[in-house]
């Protein structure tokens, strides 16, 4: 079992910047790649950013790609999501996720209960 805790979240500008948190415990973290995904009211939980066991592979959902940038401390058990100029449409519940590497719900294992992240127009 591997318990995930978000934090972070609030309240921002359009154009500002936010880091979101998530500490793991349980289970080895450096045993799972981590992800993390978003989830805005009315729609479907989305993939936005993954990295791998070690740090070193990283993927971006295009519609953050070159604005959030994901990384992760293994010796804190604790991977990062910072997120930079962002949009209205950022606006949304962010949750971390640890499994398998990839851009799919079904390929992590463990979540964590979300932080939220709201963007001011």
């Known amino acids: 079992q591997v318990q995930l805790v978000e934090s972070g979240g609030g309240l921002v500008q359009t154009g500002g910047s936010l880091r979101i948190f998530c500490a793991a415990s349980?289970?080895?973290?450096?045993?799972?790649?981590m992800g993390w995904f978003r989830q805005a009211p009315g729609k479907e939980r989305e993939f936005v950013a993954a990295?791998?066991?070690?740090?070193?592979?990283?993927a971006y959902a295009d519609s953050v790609k070159g604005r959030v940038t994901i990384s992760r401390d293994n010796a804190k058990n604790t991977v990062y999501l910072q997120m930079n100029s962002l949009k209205p449409e950022d606006t949304a519940v962010y949750y971390c996720?640890?499994?398998?590497?990839?851009?799919?719900?079904?390929?992590?294992?463990?979540w964590g209960q979300g932080t939220q992240v709201t963007v001011s127009s």
């Open positions: 996720a640890a499994g398998q590497l990839g851009v799919h719900i079904s390929q992590y294992h463990y």
């Open positions: 349980g289970r080895t973290f450096s045993d799972y790649a």
């Open positions: 990295i791998s066991r070690s740090g070193e592979g990283t």
